[in-house]
């Protein structure tokens, strides 16, 4: 009954390699987002999606791509992984503006 | 942006103290929430407290949107409250883009 369920927990893999990470949320939710929480535990925002619409799109490199294929499912895919790409990423739904309800994150170690 | 401040970022606590934490903006937000990290790295929204006094159990926010602040409360700490405390606000007309302060990092000891 997970309500925003991210897969997979850990992801470790080489410099260069591309990686995808997989988010879901079961709450009807209309907007979903990724956010990077860093060695030092700072949040950052990534992306939003409402309704299957880019509607933030911060500073993160190009290497970075959502898709949202619909409303309930939010994936990252990143090229060329590099060192610094390392952290904890985590997805998060809501509806509208609302309450913000976190996945359960996906630890990244880019060797 | 805004700026958002968190006081103190370190605390520790006996087990049955309580608490304050505080949360102060640079700018007026219309959408403010709080966020309790586990020490297994698990976020768990608190409360979703753009103005206003909500309680929820042991814990309670207060948030005074005229003044740029909001705070939560911790009474009888246990030693499950243990970890990082983050407030986050979103401007009003901004698109949802919630700004997370660096957080309070809470020790409980038995």
């Known amino acids: 009954d997970t309500a925003v369920s991210q897969t997979p927990k850990y992801l470790v893999t080489q410099m260069g390699n591309d990686k995808s990470i997989k988010c879901e949320q079961n709450?009807?939710?209309?907007?979903m987002y990724w956010y990077k929480q860093d060695s030092k535990k700072f949040l950052k925002i990534m992306f939003s999606?409402?309704?299957?619409?880019?509607?933030i799109n911060e500073t993160v490199p190009n290497r970075f791509s959502p898709k949202s294929p619909d409303k309930a499912h939010l994936n990252l895919h990143i090229n060329s992984l590099e060192l610094g790409d390392s952290a904890v990423y985590f997805c998060?739904?809501?509806?509208?503006?609302?309450?913000?309800?976190f996945g359960s994150g996906t630890q990244l170690s880019v060797l | 942006g805004i700026q958002v401040e968190q006081s103190p970022p370190d605390l520790i606590l006996q087990e049955g103290a309580n608490s304050t934490l505080r949360c102060n903006f640079s700018?007026?937000?219309?959408?403010l929430q709080w966020f309790h990290q586990n020490p297994w790295g698990q976020l768990i929204n608190l409360f979703y407290?753009?103005?206003g006094t909500k309680q929820n159990g042991r814990l309670s926010a207060t948030t005074v949107a005229t003044e740029r602040y909001s705070l939560l409360y911790i009474s009888s700490s246990q030693t499950t409250d243990s970890g990082v405390y983050f407030c986050?606000?979103?401007?009003?007309?901004?698109?949802?883009?919630?700004?997370f302060g660096k957080g309070t990092k809470l020790s409980v000891k038995p």
């Open positions: 999606y409402n309704n299957k619409e880019l509607i």
């Open positions: 986050a606000g979103a401007m009003r007309g901004s698109q949802g883009n919630l700004i």
């Open positions: 709450l009807g939710h209309d907007t």
């Open positions: 407290i753009p103005s």
């Open positions: 700018d007026s937000v219309n959408n």
């Open positions: 998060a739904s809501s509806q509208g503006r609302e309450k913000l309800f």
